[in-house]
């Protein structure tokens, strides 16, 4: 994932080629929260020939970059600013500036993520993605980003791959990665989030959650629902998302299937 300004549209992945061996890069990941500079000719020897060349076609002479993990999950986050060769170098108070900078920005997306999950989806974060209705990611988990990678080779990571994102006008479905994992991707607001699921593995339904199954299964609409169990409407949409998402399930079909094997119970299955 990466958002830039100012830079041309070939960096992020030109710069993913060389990330691994970027020293700069490696030195802010080994000083998480801190703002990490270097500056110089001096500086642009130390790295390999293939990031002082990469340095030297975007003019990069002065760079300052703080690392974090990603809010929630287990990946990082960054942010880096460079300045040209006939710029001054960065000094101790853009440093402080930059923590503070850095500090709030995730502050700020934190309170946004807890915002979006407010509906209580059982979906761990790194098992969680959001993105926007034209496919650009805006958070993905670890564990989701493993899985997309695995099964779309030449996915680059900043959108959905193009079979996910043409799927986005149908939610919500299921894209199943194999027999047994799949995303389910289903709206959120203005955007679109993808949740990890299993067909035979779940997680157990709360005794709501079942209820609402239950009821919904047998041809009662959503607001029917809600008057059988006495919560909102509202309330009764959250109980048959989160089953949904826990069935790996798309459609009413699927759900009847999925009731159907488990019994009507909501003990956990093994493959």
């Given at each position: 994932?990466?958002?830039?300004?100012?830079?041309?549209?070939?960096?992020?992945?030109?710069w993913a080629e060389i990330s691994g061996v970027d020293c700069f890069a490696n030195s802010s990941i080994s000083c998480l929260g801190k703002a990490v500079r270097d500056s110089g000719s001096d500086a642009l020897k130390a790295e390999s020939e293939e990031v002082a060349a990469f340095c030297k076609r975007h003019d990069i002479f002065h760079s300052m970059a703080v690392t974090e993990e990603f809010p929630s999950s287990r990946t990082l986050f960054f942010?880096?600013?460079?300045?040209?060769?006939?710029?001054?170098?960065f000094g101790d108070a853009e440093s402080i500036l930059m923590e503070e900078f850095f500090n709030h920005l995730t502050y700020c997306w934190r309170s946004y993520l807890s915002m979006i999950r407010s509906d209580g989806l059982p979906s761990l974060w790194d098992n969680y993605a959001l993105a926007s209705t034209q496919g650009k990611?805006?958070?993905i988990g670890r564990d989701i980003?493993?899985?997309?990678?695995?099964?779309?080779?030449?996915?680059?990571?900043?959108?959905?791959?193009?079979?996910?994102?043409?799927?986005?006008?149908?939610?919500p479905c299921t894209v199943y990665a194999d027999g047994r994992q799949g995303m389910m991707v289903q709206p959120c607001g203005d955007l679109i989030?993808?949740?990890?699921?299993?067909?035979?593995?779940?997680?157990?339904?709360?005794?709501?959650e079942l209820s609402a199954a239950n009821i919904y299964s047998l041809g009662h609409s959503y607001k029917e629902v809600a008057r059988i169990l006495g919560v909102t409407p509202a309330t009764a949409r959250t109980y048959l998302r989160s089953a949904y998402v826990q069935l790996g399930?798309?459609?009413?079909?699927?759900?009847?299937?999925?009731?159907r094997q488990a019994g009507g119970k909501s003990e956990a299955h093994s493959p």
């Open positions: 994932m990466h958002g830039s300004i100012g830079l041309s549209a070939s960096f992020a992945e030109e942010v880096s600013i460079n300045r040209r060769k006939s710029s001054p170098e990611l805006l958070y980003g493993e899985v997309i990678s695995e099964k779309y080779a030449d996915w680059k990571g900043s959108s959905l791959p193009g079979n996910v994102s043409r799927l986005v006008s149908h939610v989030a993808l949740m990890l699921c299993s067909r035979q593995q779940f997680s157990p339904l709360s005794p709501r399930v798309s459609n009413k079909v699927e759900l009847i299937t999925a009731l």
